[in-house]
C-alpha cells in the first residue's frame, strides 16, 4: 500500500517523498511532510503547499480523504481500494508481499566450529539468519545462504586429541592424562566408542593417528551440525571449508605486499589495518611462518568478493566483534567496498526453566544443546522468541512461559487467532471462495483498521529486512492478532447481516498471519 501510495504522490509530485503514519488514527493511514521541504525549494509558505497538494489528491480514485493540516498532507485510503486489495491477496496468497530486486546477496550465518553439537547461543545466529533469508527472499532479493566451515586451526586438533584420550580411558579402559584444554562431554565419549568401532583400536594406541582420528571427528560432528538444523528447518546452498583456503594463502599474501597491506617486524608479518579504522595493526604471519586465524578470514573474503554479489552480509557471535575492523581493512586493500560487507552481531542467550537457570546438556559438558530446547518446547516457539529482540540485544527466557496455553505465550496467541477464523468458516458452512465478492461498505470503523493493519504486511517484511529489525515482523504478528482477538470479541459473525463481509475480513486476517508466521519459519495452525 505505500508503494502505491508513493507513486501516486510521485505523479503530482518531482521531490523525494517521506511517507509517515500518523500517530493519530483519526487523522488518517497515511501523512507526507512534503510541503516543508518544497517551501525550502519553491520559497513559499508550506501550509499552502500542503493546501494546494491536497486538493489534488482528492481527485484520486483511491484515496477517500485528502486533508492538510499545519503543512502535513494526511492521507485515508478509500474502501474500495482496501478491498480490492483484499481481494487480490486473498486470490494471490503466495504473492502476497512479494517485490522485485535484482541486488544479489552472500548471507553467511551459523559456521559454528564442528567440534560439538549446536548450542543455544548458536541457535539464535541460525534462526535469525534464516529468517532473514527467507524475508529477503520474500520481498525479492536474491540471497544465496552460506556455511563457513572452520575446520582448521588448533580446535580441531584438540577435538581428535580428546578422542583419542576418551577412547584410550573410557573404551580401551587405559590410564590417560587430560591436558588443561579439552572438549568434555557425552559426545566426546559417544565419539570415542564409534571412532573405536569404525577405525578401530590400534588407532587408539598411539598419537600418530590423533590428525586421523581429528578429521573423522570433525566430519561426524558437521554431520551432527546439519542435522540440527535440518531439523527446524535451516538449509545451505554452499559450504566452504576453512582448511581448504590456506592452499590460496601465497598468492592472497602476494596481493597484499603489492598493494602494501603488510610489512614485516618481530619477525612476524602485519596488516596495516589501522590505516583503515582498526585500533592496531594485526598479525598475519606468525614467527615461524603459519599464516594466523585472520588469515583465513581474508582469503575468504577475498574469494567471497570475487564471486561478484552485489552485498555480502556475515551473522557472528558478539566475541566476534573486534574482528569487524580488520576484515574490512583488508577487503579495502584489494580494492573493494568495505561497505558491501555488512556485519550483524548475535548476542548470547541465556535461559531460565521456573525462574532459575536451566541446567547445562550431561551430553555436551558445558553448554545448553539446541536440540534439548527444541524437545522441550517446539520449534514454532524457539523460532518466535529468537526473533523477538534485536540480534545484538541479550536475549533471556524462560522454556517454562513457552508451554503455557494463553495470552503471555505469544506463539499460541497468534496461532489461535488464525485458528478462530477458520472455526468462524466452519461454523458459516462456507468456504474462503464464497466471500470474495461481498461488500465491505458499511462496516464499523474498527473493521476498517483491522483490515488496513491486515494489509500492512508487505511493507513490515519490506521494513524488517531493510531496517535488519526483524522483531517488527513478531511485533506486528502480535498486535494483528491481538487486535483480531478483540475485534472477535466485540463482533459476532456468524448470523449477522454483514457475515460475508466480516468473514472476508477474518479471512484477511489470517491470511496475513500465516504469510507472517510462515516468514518465521512456522506454519499457523487451523485447529487448536
Known amino acids: 500500500m505505500r508503494r502505491r501510495v508513493y507513486e501516486v504522490l510521485q505523479k503530482h509530485i518531482d521531490h523525494p517523498i517521506v511517507l509517515e503514519k500518523p500517530k493519530d488514527k483519526s487523522f488518517g493511514h497515511y501523512a507526507t511532510p512534503i510541503a516543508f521541504s518544497l517551501a525550502k525549494v519553491l520559497r513559499r509558505n508550506p501550509m499552502q503547499i500542503a493546501e494546494e497538494l491536497a486538493e489534488k489528491l482528492r481527485q484520486e480514485e483511491m484515496f477517500e480523504k485528502v486533508d492538510a493540516l499545519k503543512g502535513y498532507v494526511n492521507i485515508k485510503l478509500s474502501q474500495n481500494f482496501l478491498n480490492e486489495y483484499a481481494v487480490w491477496a486473498l486470490k494471490n496468497e503466495n504473492d502476497f508481499g512479494k517485490g522485485d530486486n535484482n541486488t544479489s546477496i552472500l548471507l553467511e550465518f551459523v559456521s559454528a566450529n564442528p567440534t560439538g553439537p549446536l548450542h543455544i547461543g548458536h541457535a539464535r545466529g541460525a534462526v535469525w539468519g534464516d529468517v532473514l533469508a527467507r524475508i529477503g527472499s520474500h520481498v525479492g532479493y536474491k540471497i544465496e545462504r552460506e556455511y563457513y566451515v572452520n575446520d582448521a586451526g588448533n580446535q580441531i586438533y ?94 592472497i599474501f602476494e596481493k597484499l605486499t603489492e598493494a602494501g597491506a603488510v610489512y614485516e617486524k618481530d619477525g612476524k608479518w602485519w596488516l596495516k589495518s589501522t590505516e583503515h579504522g582498526d585500533e592496531k595493526d594485526r598479525v598475519v604471519v606468525r614467527e615461524d611462518g603459519r599464516p594466523t586465524y585472520l588469515a583465513g578470514d581474508i582469503i575468504y573474503h577475498y574469494l567471497k568478493f570475487e564471486r561478484g554479489y552485489d552485498h555480502y552480509i556475515n551473522i557472528w557471535g558478539a566475541d566476534h566483534h573486534g574482528y569487524i575492523a580488520r576484515v574490512k581493512a583488508a577487503i579495502a586493500f584489494f580494492g573493494h567496498d568495505p561497505k558491501r560487507l555488512e556485519i550483524i552481531l548475535s548476542q548470547m542467550v541465556s535461559l531460565l526453566k521456573g525462574g532459575e537457570p536451566y541446567k547445562m546438556s550431561k551430553r555436551a559438558g558445558n553448554f545448553i544443546l539446541m536440540q534439548d530446547i527444541v524437545k522441550e518446547i517446539g520449534n514454532d516457539a524457539l523460532r518466535f522468541t529468537f526473533l523477538t529482540k534485536k540480534s545484538d540485544t541479550h536475549l533471556e527466557f524462560d522454556v517454562e512461559d513457552l508451554k503455557k496455553e494463553d495470552n503471555s505465550n505469544p506463539i499460541y496467541y497468534i496461532n489461535y487467532a488464525h485458528a478462530r477464523v477458520f472455526s468462524l468458516f466452519e461454523k458459516a458452512g462456507k468456504n474462503q471462495e464464497d466471500v470474495f465478492d461481498a461488500s465491505i461498505e458499511g462496516l464499523s470503523e474498527s473493521a476498517y483498521d483491522l483490515l488496513f493493519t491486515a494489509l500492512l504486511l508487505p511493507e513490515v517484511l519490506e521494513d524488517a529486512f531493510e531496517s535488519r529489525q526483524l522483531q517488527k515482523v513478531t511485533d506486528y504478528l502480535k498486535y494483528l492478532a491481538g487486535m483480531y482477538h478483540k475485534f472477535y470479541y466485540d463482533n459476532k459473525v456468524v448470523g449477522t447481516p454483514n457475515e460475508d463481509a466480516l468473514l472476508k475480513l477474518s479471512a484477511m486476517v489470517a491470511l496475513s498471519l500465516r504469510v507472517g508466521l510462515k516468514m518465521l519459519g512456522i506454519e499457523a495452525l487451523k485447529k487448536m
Open 158 to 251: 584438540l577435538l581428535g586429541l580428546s578422542v583419542y584420550l576418551a577412547g584410550r580411558e573410557t573404551v580401551l579402559g587405559l590410564d590417560v592424562e587430560w591436558p588443561d584444554e579439552y572438549y568434555r562431554g557425552e559426545y566426546i565419549v559417544d565419539l570415542a566408542r564409534k571412532a573405536v568401532e569404525v577405525l578401530g583400536a590400534e588407532k587408539f594406541k598411539d598419537e600418530s593417528s590423533i590428525a586421523e582420528i581429528s578429521e573423522w571427528a570433525k566430519d561426524q560432528m558437521l554431520d551432527l551440525i546439519n542435522q540440527n538444523l535440518v531439523e527446524v528447518g535451516i538449509t545451505f546452498d554452499h559450504y566452504v571449508s576453512e582448511k581448504s583456503l590456506y592452499d590460496k594463502w601465497d598468492e
